[in-house]
């Protein structure tokens, strides 16, 4: 079945550690997308990828990265910079230069001790 | 800047009542305007979308939305709710990337929580 696929769902890092959560796609998307969820705060934008090795900021990049190798790859790096990195995160993508929805994986929940 | 709006963030309603839930955009173009539904800690899937046409739109679960331009809203509806609709719901928008004619970025609200009472 064609989908996205978030690895792991759970993840408990020590603080000042850099962790990375994978998000692989069998759809064949050209964009994808990584956002930050929090209680009472809906979705916001980490990244985002239109294409192979093209990346943008979104809203909330700080002390984030991320990397566009291949298609169906889009790994996001929460880093030691990023001050509050507790959080739910989802990652997406859509058929570029279509006008289509984005599709989401299951998220990854990210607990920093 | 675009921008969406849910007023309610909370909303509770009876098993068998119906159910509207508010959506309001800011977007200077035509708007590609979308309702997802999020159980918890599960990912979001898509209840509808909206791009041109026909102002109300059907989608899944028996939910049906409405595009009105002049106020800017997008308001999600559903006849009578089941118990398995207590979940989250967001609404969304895409922009077009200014000088392409691909997306940008999806912008979405803070999401309106609703509790199904028996």
């Known amino acids: 079945d064609g989908g996205i696929t978030q690895s792991p769902k759970y993840l408990f890092r020590k603080e000042g550690q850099n962790v990375t959560l994978s998000c692989e796609q069998n759809?064949?998307?050209?964009?994808m997308y990584w956002y930050r969820q929090d209680p009472g705060q809906g979705l916001r934008l980490i990244y985002y990828?239109?294409?192979?090795?093209?990346?943008q900021k979104g809203d909330i990049a700080e002390g984030y990265s991320v990397s566009r190798e291949k298609k169906e790859s889009f790994p996001l790096t929460v880093t030691s910079a990023q001050k509050n990195p507790t959080a739910f995160y989802l990652c997406?993508?859509?058929?570029?230069?279509?006008?289509?929805?984005?599709?989401f994986g299951q998220g990854t929940r990210l607990t920093v001790v | 800047a675009q921008s969406v709006t849910q007023p309610d963030i909370h909303i509770t309603v009876s098993e068998g009542a119906s159910l509207e839930l508010r959506c309001n955009y800011s977007?200077?173009?035509?708007?590609?305007l979308f309702w997802y539904v999020q159980s918890p800690g599960q990912g979001l899937q898509l209840l509808l979308k909206?791009?041109?046409?026909?102002?109300l739109v059907q989608g899944i679960k028996g939910f049906e939305a409405e595009f009105k331009r002049s106020q800017s809203s997008f308001n999600l509806r559903k006849p009578s709710v089941h118990w398995s609709d207590a979940a989250e719901y967001f609404c969304?928008?895409?922009?077009?990337?200014?000088?392409?004619?691909?997306?940008?970025?999806?912008?979405f609200g803070a999401g309106t929580q609703v509790v199904v009472t028996p």
């Open positions: 997406a993508s859509s058929r570029d230069r279509g006008r289509t929805e984005a599709f």
């Open positions: 759809l064949n998307h050209d964009a």
């Open positions: 990828s239109q294409i192979v090795n093209d990346f």
């Open positions: 977007y200077g173009a035509t708007p590609y």
């Open positions: 909206y791009f041109s046409g026909d102002t």
């Open positions: 969304a928008v895409g922009s077009i990337k200014e000088g392409t004619d691909s997306w940008g970025k999806f912008q």
